[in-house]
């Protein structure tokens, strides 16, 4: 069974650009999640999508945005990029609906901005 | 302020030796979680713990989760550097869907 995937596995924009990262879950996954990794400040929840709607976000400024498509895989957008953007985006899933189902993740997007 | 506190921050050891990491709140969780991370890949789910006091073992790594829930450690022993890379907890508070991560203990075994 395929696990998370996600691409591109790097990115190079420069500021002011957009950046658009995707992500396809485990089959039958129906819950994606993205999180941003950047150094010394751990794991950052920014976006929950389930069944196509946006469940929840964190602590993000609007310019990150994303949806979920009817085949569950996710887009994650990023505007006006800044030089804090570089990091590296991982993006989960899981089954909805149970509290305790872990989370699978995929080897991330590195987005680097110049 | 981290809603999971992890420490150390970083261990260096020998193979060989046993170690304890921690992770700890002031917060309740319906669950922990624990992954291990390594260089240029996603975190992979090493164990998810829900019960106050659960203790499990996978191979030479115990976990435990506190009696009330809000801690949880990792004990490896006789390390191998195998087991080198970054170790995040991850709770998912009562009430919530959302999991939380601590800032994770970057581990390093040198043979």
């Known amino acids: 069974e395929a696990g998370v995937t996600q691409s591109p596995t790097h990115l190079i924009k420069t500021r002011g650009q957009q950046a658009t990262l995707r992500c396809s879950p485990i089959?039958?996954?129906?819950?994606v999640y993205w999180y941003q990794q950047a150094l010394g400040l751990g794991l950052q929840f920014l976006l929950w999508?389930?069944?196509?709607?946006?469940?929840n976000r964190g602590n993000f400024p609007p310019r990150f945005s994303g949806r979920q498509f009817p085949n569950y895989s996710s887009e994650l957008n990023v505007n006006a990029l800044e030089l804090e953007d570089s990091a590296l985006y991982l993006c989960?899933?899981?089954?909805?609906?149970?509290?305790?189902?872990?989370?699978?993740f995929g080897d991330g997007t590195r987005l680097s901005i110049l | 302020t981290q809603l999971l506190e992890q420490s150390p921050q970083f261990l260096s050891i020998q193979e060989g030796e046993n170690l304890t990491v921690y992770c700890n709140s002031s917060?309740?969780?319906?669950?922990l979680q624990w992954y291990r991370q390594e260089p240029g890949e996603g975190p992979v789910l090493l164990v998810t713990?829900?019960?106050?006091?659960e203790v499990k073992k996978l191979k030479r790594l115990t976990f435990q989760f506190g009696d009330a829930r809000k801690d949880s450690s990792l004990h490896i022993t006789a390390a191998q550097p195998g087991d080198t890379g970054l170790y995040l907890c991850?709770?998912?508070?009562?009430?919530?869907?959302?999991?939380?991560f601590g800032k994770g203990t970057k581990l390093s075994v040198i043979p």
């Open positions: 713990v829900v019960t106050g006091g």
């Open positions: 991850a709770g998912v508070r009562a009430g919530s869907y959302q999991l939380t």
């Open positions: 989960a899933s899981s089954f909805m609906g149970f509290r305790n189902q872990p989370q699978h």
């Open positions: 999508y389930d069944e196509g709607e946006e469940r």
């Open positions: 917060s309740v969780f319906s669950s």
């Open positions: 089959s039958g996954h129906t819950s």
